[in-house]
């Protein structure tokens, strides 16, 4: 399985909820990697950890809000968590610029949905079976509804006018859905490529 498949299997299960990608929402959570990340820089002071979260054209601006963090952290615990806040912000705001999405915050921890964390826990073992069990088993689900919808409008559209209509609805929306996916799935590979050449 290559990651230009795990890629796709990704866009295709997150259009199969008609969401975006799970990690553009789990990225701007306190709880998220990016977050986490910067948590990791702050204690260390160094900036490594979490340059890789955002474009290249960023890193001066990252640096910046880490040396300004760690001076005014020092000032109390009020300042520190003001100061944390900021850095955090300013970190996430970047990356999020980085995926071409907009920053609106950052959220609470909140609990990770299912499809992300078996991403996670995949790239943390380095095996993407369970993964791509649990991608594949909602898009199939996903397409299957739509397929057994227009079929079964399929076998009464001479009836009436009506059933001719609704067997058309139900023929629209499956291929409208398997189109929208199959040029999302192409847009993001090449997004994810553009993205790449830049950094």
Known sequence: MNIRTLRS????????????????????????PVVVAARAALESGDVAPVLKWVLKESESEVRSALARTLKVRTAGREARELADSFFFETVVRLHRAG??????????GTEVDPAVAAADEALRNGSPDALVS??????????RQRFERA??????????????????????????????????????????????ATQ
């Open 9 to 32: 299997i990704a866009v295709v299960a997150a259009l199969a909820f008609n969401a975006k990608l799970p990690l553009s929402a789990h990225c701007d959570t306190m709880n998220g």
């Open 99 to 108: 995926e071409g999405e907009p920053y609106n915050g950052l959220k609470a």
């Open 134 to 143: 649990i991608m594949t088993e909602k898009v199939s689900a996903e397409i």
């Open 151 to 196: 079929s079964r409008a399929r076998r009464r559209a001479e009836q009436s006018v009506e059933a001719g209509r609704q067997y058309v609805a139900a023929y629209v929306d499956l291929m409208h859905y398997l189109e929208h996916v199959d040029t999302a799935s192409g847009r993001h590979e090449e997004e994810h490529n553009t993205r790449g």
